[in-house]
């Protein structure tokens, strides 16, 4: 029988902890009340503390008889995560806490699956949640006042909370089509582009476009990792730029590593690798005043890179993919890497355009699985977009 797991210290919350449980039980769901404090429990618990610590690598003692809180909160975490992964009979999981207790339960529902509904009422909910979210599913839902008691505030916003994961366990998304699912990175100056290709291959593929922002790359990464994808069109490789360089929406060091591991078939672009993105113009590193810029919006500043850099990101990329032992297809188009970078447009460079081309068909040692081929259009040509779909079918095909 599936339950939903609520989970809280009951040592420091579990007078809130027990009224959630018993708001979801109201609603006919059977639940599992689970312990992740490092103290004694004040209220009855399904799972008690001890038996998830004993997942921990070091034991429950590796957890309960350690005199630090940061230690045994961080070790609580590790213990969690084990422990959540290794239960077949969850159909959703919900979480209450205040520091501590947040960091705990999220580390364990970002190692779940995407899909699985998963709720976490925390006193950091109105902030910045991405330690606790990442490239996940989890929502957060903010507990108004502090978890010490309850209150006709916090009844309140606990029983919403209640209902909401009730309503999605009981409900679960319907199966997917069937079609195998691909992966598309955009941004905005590619957006044709992309769009394009997913019209195209709609009818055969289940198409998951993910907006290269630096979470977008890495979301798209993961469902590689898990083995959800059966392919990657990454058209959109802009994130490099802002890794190196210091942007608000970078990649990270491992950038293609899922890939790599996975070896899915791979076609790859130099989408907006023409520009790093800074926000407002007064947040712009000092050692960049007096280059090229473009106000994309009063919140988002893009910034041209220079031959220099685009060497250096070309060189980048190309190490990455010369480490894929699937099929790669790169595509080079000649004629411009954004909607910027046109004839006539803010970015236009053809000669750093060059030196990135150069540096990508440089490093990335092309073979029998590794191919490199250049094309006398934009990127945001028709003529590219059916190019890219010809080349995915045909490695994806063999």
């Known amino acids: 029988m599936k339950r939903i797991y609520v989970v809280g210290t009951a040592d420091t919350k579990g007078e809130e902890l027990a009224f959630l449980a018993d708001a979801i039980a109201a609603t006919g769901n059977s639940i599992a009340r689970v312990d992740i404090g490092t103290r004694g429990a004040t209220v009855p618990v399904d799972i008690p503390a001890r038996e998830v610590a004993a997942h921990h690598p070091g034991g429950a003692g590796g957890v309960l008889d350690i005199d630090d809180r940061g230690t045994a909160v961080a070790g609580m975490g590790v213990a969690f995560t084990s422990f959540i992964q290794s239960r077949d009979d969850i159909s959703g999981v919900i979480g209450i806490g205040g520091g501590g207790g ?47 008691g309850l209150n006709r505030l916090s009844r309140v916003v606990l029983h919403n909370a209640a209902q909401a994961i009730a309503g999605m ?67 959109t ?7 190196l360089f210091g942007g608000v929406l970078p990649a990270t060091e491992d950038r293609f590593g899922a890939i790599a591991r996975s070896k899915l078939p791979y076609v790859g672009s130099v989408g907006a690798l023409d520009m790093v993105n800074f926000w407002a113009p007064s947040t712009i ?8 810029f473009y106000e994309h919006n009063p919140n988002v500043t893009l910034m041209r890179m220079t031959a220099q850099e685009c060497r250096a990101i070309g060189e980048w990329i190309g190490a990455r993919l010369a480490l894929c032992d699937g099929p790669v297809h790169f595509l080079i188009p000649e004629k411009g890497v954004s909607a910027l970078d046109v004839e006539g447009g803010a970015f236009f460079d053809p000669q750093a355009d060059a030196v990135l081309f150069e540096a990508i068909e440089h490093t990335i040692k092309p073979n029998a699985n590794r191919r490199v081929t250049r094309l006398p259009l934009h990127i945001n040509d028709p003529k590219f977009a059916r190019a890219a779909v010809a080349a995915f079918l045909d490695i994806a095909r063999h």
């Open 102 to 148: 947040t960091s705990i339960i999220t580390s364990g529902m970002r190692a779940l699956p995407l899909g699985l509904p998963k709720i976490m009422v925390s006193t950091l909910a109105s902030g910045d949640t991405a330690p606790y979210v990442d490239v996940s599913d989890i929502i957060m839902m903010p507990s108004v006042t502090d978890m010490a």
């Open 169 to 235: 366990a009981a409900r679960p998304a319907p199966p997917p089509d069937g079609k195998p699912s691909i992966g598309l990175t955009m941004f905005g100056v590619t957006t044709p582009c992309v769009t394009a290709i997913a019209d195209q291959l709609r009818s055969t593929y289940d198409c998951m476009v993910f907006h290269a922002t630096g979470t977008g790359g890495r979301s798209m990464e993961k469902l590689a990792d898990s083995g959800l994808l059966s392919g990657v069109i990454d058209i």
């Open 237 to 243: 490789t802009t994130e490099v730029c802002d890794l």
């Open 285 to 292: 590193p000092e050692q960049y005043r007096g280059r090229l």
